[in-house]
């Protein structure tokens, strides 16, 4: 005769769920129109050299909403300002970071994107168009551009 000696273990479990991080742009680059002309406009689309460049990092595969939450419509060199336009084609995103594979977007809405699967990265880049007036001073013009990136919400 054989006999079945069954053990039930009972451990109270505990589970304790920690929010994911929040994925983190990192600035790489910054936007640069060059050498610009008083009264020429001039643009920079997402896929030149000279467009600004962020990298997401962030759970793979995960959603996000894309946003610049601060579009400046004007460049500053102290008192003087350089106006600054985008338009639905200036921004642009990826999972490589090849602006060639980008899915171009308009800053001014944002976007949804997904953080790539295999490196747990995400690629941004913002071109827009500078448009100096005829009386523009020389000089190097700048202003702060914000990307939000937060996982997107079912």
């Not at 060059?34 to 759970?59: E, K, M, N, Y």
């Not at 171009?104 to 976007?111: A, C, E, H, I, K």
């Given at each position: 005769?054989?006999?079945?000696?069954?053990?039930?273990?009972?451990?109270?479990?505990?589970?304790?769920?920690?929010?994911?991080?929040?994925?983190?742009?990192?600035?790489?680059?910054?936007?640069?129109?060059?050498?610009?002309?008083?009264?020429?406009?001039?643009?920079?689309s997402p896929a030149d050299?000279?467009?600004?460049?962020?990298?997401?990092?962030?759970?793979?595969?995960?959603?996000?909403?894309?946003?610049?939450?601060?579009?400046?419509?004007?460049?500053?060199?102290?008192?003087?300002?350089?106006?600054?336009?985008?338009?639905?084609?200036?921004?642009?995103?990826?999972?490589?970071?090849?602006?060639?594979?980008?899915?171009?977007?308009?800053?001014?809405?944002?976007?949804?994107?997904?953080?790539?699967?295999?490196?747990?990265?995400?690629?941004?880049?913002?071109?827009?168009?500078?448009?100096?007036?005829?009386?523009?001073?020389?000089?190097?013009?700048?202003?702060?551009?914000?990307?939000?990136?937060?996982y997107a919400r079912p």
């Amino acid at each position: 005769m054989m006999r079945m000696l069954a053990l039930a273990l009972i451990v109270p479990t505990t589970l304790h769920a920690e929010p994911s991080p929040a994925p983190a742009p990192e600035a790489s680059r910054a936007l640069d129109f060059g050498i610009v002309f008083a009264g020429v406009p001039c643009a920079v689309s997402p896929a030149d050299s000279g467009a600004a460049l962020w990298v997401v990092r962030g759970v793979r595969g995960s959603q996000v909403s894309v946003t610049f939450t601060s579009l400046p419509g004007f460049l500053a060199q102290g008192a003087q300002a350089l106006a600054v336009a985008f338009d639905s084609l200036s921004a642009a995103w990826s999972t490589t970071e090849d602006p060639a594979t980008a899915t171009s977007f308009d800053p001014t809405v944002g976007t949804c994107a997904t953080i790539d699967e295999g490196s747990d990265r995400l690629y941004v880049w913002l071109g827009g168009t500078a448009v100096p007036a005829r009386t523009t001073t020389a000089g190097d013009y700048s202003t702060a551009f914000v990307l939000d990136v937060s996982y997107a919400r079912p």
